[in-house]
């Protein structure tokens, strides 16, 4: 029996916020910067008790808080975690100590509030994860936009006032539809619960127009094609650390909101979408490597990458059977981390050499071995070679979706071989062919020292521990998912049972008629 | 013994660990030997496995050993265990045992290499990943060497990243294209496997000939024939072999470990080990007959018509890899596997050979330039011939007997692939020793290269005179009527399929016939200059130089599928992206702000106020929605 510790996913989520609060009083720059990453590693610490005090094989909501909110309308402040989002959790307390670190190491502008804006974004985040009621969910997804456009807009790159409003607006029109639906969802449900909402028959009327409410919403913040246009902008004028997150977590709340809201509250409405997003994720997969390709920044070639990867994710979600969601669970993961890694190796790069134009460079592995051996490795990742993360969330989720409809697998596989081509390119002309610029000689560029690999070497171990031991992920996350599959499966039956009178009725009238 | 597999994994990835982490203060000697010593580790113990196989009565020569659950969701299920078994076991020899003489012989080959740490690290790390997939008991196991070594092969390919030239471009774009080539293939496998899983429900090699039985015949084909792409791309066949004469631009001891040895023939190693899904499918295992066979006279004329050494080689063994799997094709497993050893032998000797000479001559190996050198390097002019007579198929040498076997199943099967086989045993006779005439014998082309070649040390020398040894031994291993290889291979690949006496006998004598024929032409057009053959020659020179071009397929793929790719690409990245989706967003975008210009200068003009106040509006309207209702 694991030891139960109160309120501890209360304390995960507010221990940032707190954080930020004394970042804030405290004076001197050097006190608020060691401040802001003894608070996110402290947070990771205390995360990791949810894996340590985990109970095996259990499917439902762990740690669960539950209090009335708002008692007339039954809005709650409930808390709980399951398999799946007990390692999107873990993913943000882990990612956000190596970009505050980062941060530390190369930001020197107003670094109080900077610091207080990534606590403040780390909160915001772990909630959209933890949040059981969709009022308090709506919260904190909204909350996560606040930070996130300041980071972008105070302290960006030349063009970061034109992405960041683009980020705040594009994403917000999305998130006005979602109050919309929440409403339409309350009105017919009178509930605001979400686990309650997985197991309750929606009348398929509301269901469509619900689900496209959400679809959108999610769908503009996962990116979805032909929704992603904010993300280049986005990522290119983001500071680093500012990418990794954005990147590595603040992308999942939208494939996090398919697989918690969309897909299983409305699964009747999804069903009939389903093939119509999964066209938009494999179009996704393909174009966005396509366009990579062509990238001569290497942040918006990442940043069309993820376009292309979260499109698997996003397939596996789609695909509604075990094997998709448990490997989309993972993969969100995974994308968290080998993108997160990509992100932060450019972002080393960049502060040495202050331009990311991959013709700039050329003959690093030349000049800083250890860096582009490791960049290597973070792009392998990213590239789904076996033995390494990437792979295994994408094969599974190919498996599910080859049990879904054999067509989107088929699409899916071939932008396997669009990732290797994109990113054997950036390589190419990072890595490879001779040094061209005395700026890359190895007298002039540094190889990476102790506190960046401090930040790299993590990411890195983990590749390999997810790549040969998914199982240790797996295992917390199936039972979630398939239980999660079931009650959806029963209230589909239970809604077929429903309209089934209806139907036979309709039937008889007709024949009548004639 | 055979719990103690987990070593022959050890060895390797421990020496690659040493090298990585304690390399760089190691001497250059110091770091080859810890690397060979690691790999000789792993043959010792593949050569213990083999024995205890030997000890164990036939029916048990199949131990799986299992480490951990690797992956589980639902009934997907994928083990991390090794299975050895007749099979495992000789491609794990074949791959410690010629992986330890390229390891030694790098030694002396790369003595003047700064890099030398990068180099045995990569070469340990592709032993490591290449028994990982020949000893994996599942699919998706083999899959993680398959793509393992395709890294280490485009890391190597790539080994001077920085170097060009006229012969291959620039080297690092030869690597990068035989791991997108390669892509390609596992595109194809990746497919397999899930329509495996999604059709019998298992990926595990041992628990498939059960399981195939409810497989239908259509769907086995489509498997077999994505499987079949797989292995066009490791194993170089058409339509993917284009990498690999451009991977001749890693060194020469990579070419011949990697590029000759082991990792091309991997493809074929696949089809034998899935030959339970190969017997579903007739059609599928036709096509992969006819894909090999003609793989192996494509590449056999191109071939003929090369200057440089390494790229003869280079096509030649695309050539012998269509061999194998067009006996693959035929069900002829044993044959396969026969020529794969044997050529095993005779190529890395080959290559090695070669490399010997670029060691003597400071890289050059173009033909035109050499000749002449068997006075200056007696050892590698005779190893290099008893290499080249092996694949020749001259008597009695191994090549021979493996060559034969598998134009004997193809006499068998269909006259017409055999008649392509033996013009391509033929064409492959004449450019065995067009090759050594062209670049040992008759007079120095070039006086400069000549006068500064010399021999190699023996570090180099040895491993040439062991394979040497090899190749002409080899052939103990399956000969004719005693088959002692297709006996051991009974537990994984069935029982021989015995052709008749006569057409044993028949495929016997036209084999020597081709062979000495071949080697008397070749005699005859590259040393004598006798009217006869080259008047023989003369209906075929106007092939020369598509030959030489490769039939322009390169070409061909880069203006018909790279080229139109890249050019979508940049339609999308440059116009479809920015200005259609883009601009719609900000289209939609303008107009909001237009219409609301007049509220916002009302605000104060600072965007993030601006930004907050809209938050604060839509929080303000919810709340009311919330209490109203």
Same mark, same amino acid.
């Given at each position: ?8 996913? $209360? ?10 609060? +004394? ?52 809005? %709650?402040?409930?808390?709980? +975690?399951?398999?799946? $989002? ?88 999305? $998130? ?24 309750? +028959? ?153 331009? %990311? ?85 190895? $007298? ?64 008889? +009238? ?5 | ?114 890099? *030398? ?53 620039? *080297? ?258 004449? *450019? ?191 709340? *009311? ?5």
């Amino acid at each position: 029996m694991a030891l139960s510790i109160p309120y501890l996913l $209360s304390i995960i989520t507010f221990l940032p916020l707190l954080g930020a609060v +004394v970042v804030m009083l405290v004076p001197g720059d050097g006190a608020k910067k060691w401040l802001a990453l003894a608070t996110t590693l402290i947070t990771f610490v205390v995360s990791l008790l949810l894996w340590t005090n985990w109970q095996e094989g259990q499917a439902g909501m762990q740690f669960v808080e539950d209090a009335v909110w708002f008692a007339p309308l039954g809005i %709650r402040y409930a808390l709980g +975690v399951d398999g799946i $989002s007990l390692f999107l959790v873990l993913l943000t307390t882990f990612l956000m100590p190596i970009a505050v670190y980062f941060s530390i190491l190369y930001v020197d502008k107003k670094i109080g509030p900077y610091m207080a804006l990534m606590l403040l974004l780390e909160t915001a985040m772990i909630g959209v994860f933890l949040a059981l009621d969709l009022v308090l969910f709506f919260v904190f997804f909204e909350a996560s936009l606040i930070p996130m456009y300041f980071l972008i807009g105070e302290w960006g790159g030349k063009n970061r006032v034109y992405a960041a409003v683009k980020f705040f607006l594009y994403t917000f029109a999305g $998130s006005a539809l979602m109050v919309v639906a929440i409403l339409i969802v309350y009105y017919s449900t009178g509930t605001f619960d979400i686990m309650k909402l997985q197991s309750t +028959v929606i009348p398929p009327a509301v269901q469509t127009w619900a689900f496209l409410a959400f679809a959108l919403a999610f769908a503009v913040k996962t990116p979805l094609f032909p929704f992603h246009t904010w993300l280049p902008d986005a990522h290119v004028q983001a500071p680093t650390a500012g990418s990794i997150i954005l990147a590595g977590v603040l992308l999942k709340m939208g494939t996090y909101g398919y697989l918690r809201l969309a897909m299983p509250v409305f699964p009747q409405a999804a069903e009939q979408f389903g093939p119509l997003l999964a066209i938009l994720a494999c179009v996704g997969i393909l174009y966005g490597a396509l366009v990579a390709l062509m990238q001569k920044d290497i942040k918006s070639l990442v940043a069309y990458s993820s376009v292309a990867h979260l499109g698997y994710v996003m397939l596996g979600v789609i695909a509604m059977n075990a094997q998709g969601v448990s490997g989309s669970v993972l993969q969100m993961v995974n994308h968290g981390l080998s993108t997160g890694a990509l992100f932060l190796m450019v972002g080393l790069l960049y502060e040495r050499r202050h331009t %990311r134009m991959l013709d700039d460079f050329g003959g690093l592995w030349a000049s800083v071995p250890v860096y582009t051996g490791l960049f290597l490795v973070v792009a392998m990742s990213s590239a789904g070679l076996p033995g390494l993360n990437g792979f295994v969330g994408e094969f599974t989720i190919m498996l599910g979706t080859y049990e879904y409809m054999p067509i989107f697998a088929v699409l899916a596989a071939a932008g396997v071989i669009l990732a290797a081509w994109y990113l054997l390119t950036a390589f190419r002309k990072m890595a490879q062919g001779p040094i061209t610029n005395p700026a890359n000689d190895s $007298s002039n560029l540094k190889d990476l020292n102790i506190k960046e690999l401090i930040m790299v070497v993590p990411l890195v171990l983990l590749f390999f521990v997810i790549g040969l031991f998914p199982n240790l992920f797996f295992d917390k996350i199936n039972p979630s998912v398939e239980a999660m599959l079931e009650t959806r499966t029963a209230v589909m039956q239970a809604a077929t049972a429903e309209q089934m009178p209806a139907l036979q009725l309709a039937e008889i +009238v007709v024949t009548e008629a004639k | 013994m055979l719990d103690s597999v987990w070593l022959l994994f050890a060895f390797p990835a421990l020496g690659a660990l040493i090298i990585l982490f304690a390399g760089r203060w190691m001497s250059q000697k110091v770091v080859g030997w810890v690397a060979s010593a690691a790999v000789l580790g792993a043959f010792l113990v593949a050569a213990g496995l083999y024995l205890s196989l030997v000890g164990l009565p036939a029916e048990e020569r199949s131990v799986t050993v299992t480490w951990w659950d690797w992956m589980t969701i639902g009934s997907f299920h994928v083990p991390a265990a090794v299975l050895i078994d007749p099979l495992s076991a000789v491609m794990a020899l074949v791959v410690t045992g010629v992986g330890f003489l390229i390891h030694v012989y790098s030694i002396g080959y790369m003595d003047h290499e700064k890099r *030398y740490q990068r180099y045995f690290f990569y070469l340990n790390f592709f032993i490591l990943a290449m028994l990982v997939l020949v000893m994996s008991n599942n699919f998706v196991g083999m899959f993680v060497g398959w793509e393992g070594v395709g890294l280490a092969s485009f890391l190597l390919i790539g080994f001077w990243f920085d170097k060009k030239d006229d012969l291959y471009g620039w *080297y690092a774009d030869c690597g990068k294209k035989a791991f997108i080539v390669n892509r390609v293939g596992d595109f194809g496998m990746i497919l397999a496997m899930i329509m495996v899983w999604s059709t019998v429900g298992t990926l595990v090699f041992t628990e498939l000939p059960e399981a195939v039985h409810a497989l239908a015949p259509a769907t086995a084909t489509i498997i077999c024939l994505l499987l079949l792409l797989g292995a066009a791309g490791k194993s170089a066949q058409i339509p993917l072999y284009v990498w690999l004469p451009d991977a001749m631009a890693g060194p020469t001891p990579v070419s011949a470990l990697i590029h000759a040895a082991t990792m091309v023939t991997a493809g074929v190693y696949m089809i034998i080990r899935t030959n339970m899904l190969w017997h579903m499918s007739v059609p599928a295992s036709e096509v992969a007959a006819w894909i090999g066979m003609l793989t192996a006279l494509l590449a056999a004329t191109i071939a003929m018509v090369q200057t440089d050494l390494k790229k003869v080689l280079a096509y030649s063994t695309i050539s012998q890899l269509g061999y194998m799997v067009a006996a693959a094709g035929m069900a002829a497993y044993g044959a396969a596997l026969f020529h794969l050893v044997t050529h095993a032998f005779f190529k890395a000797l080959l290559f090695l050979a070669a490399g010997s000479v670029m060691h003597a001559t400071d890289g050059i190996l173009d033909m035109n330039r050499l000749g002449g050198l068997k006075t200056k390097m007696p050892t590698t002019y005779r190893t290099f011939v008893v290499g080249a007579a092996a694949l020749a198929g001259i008597p009695l040498l191994s090549g021979f007997f493996s060559k034969d076997a598998i134009l004997v199943a193809a006499l068998d099967h269909n006259i017409l692939l055999y008649v392509v086989g033996a013009v391509t045993a033929l064409l492959t006779a004449i *450019y065995s020793f067009r090759a050594v005439f062209l670049t040992f014998h008759g007079e120095p082309k070039d006086k400069h290269i000549y006068d500064h070649a010399h021999e190699s040390p023996s570090v180099m020398t040895i491993p040439l005179w062991i394979l040497a040894f090899l190749s002409i031994v080899g052939g103990v291993i399956n000969l004719p009527f005693v088959l002692t290889l297709d006996h051991w291979l009974e537990p994984v690949i069935g029982e021989h399929h015995e052709a008749a006496l006569v057409i044993e006998l028949l495929g016997i004598t036209l084999s020597i016939v081709i062979a000495v024929f071949g080697f008397l032409m070749a005699r005859a057009l590259y040393l004598r200059h006798e009217k006869w053959a080259e008047r023989l020659a003369q209906p075929f020179t106007a092939l020369r130089s598509p030959a030489q071009h490769g039939w322009y397929v390169d070409d061909f793929y880069h203006a018909f599928v790279v080229k139109p790719i890249k050019a979508v690409g940049a339609w999308f990245a440059g116009f479809f992206d920015p200005k259609v989706i883009d601009g719609a967003v900000n289209g939609v975008g303008t107009v909001m702000l237009d219409a609301g210009e007049v509220v916002r200068k009302l605000q104060n003009g600072a965007i993030p106020t601006y930004a907050l106040s809209i938050f604060l509006g839509v929080v303000a309207v919810l709340l *009311y929605f919330l209490f109203v209702a």
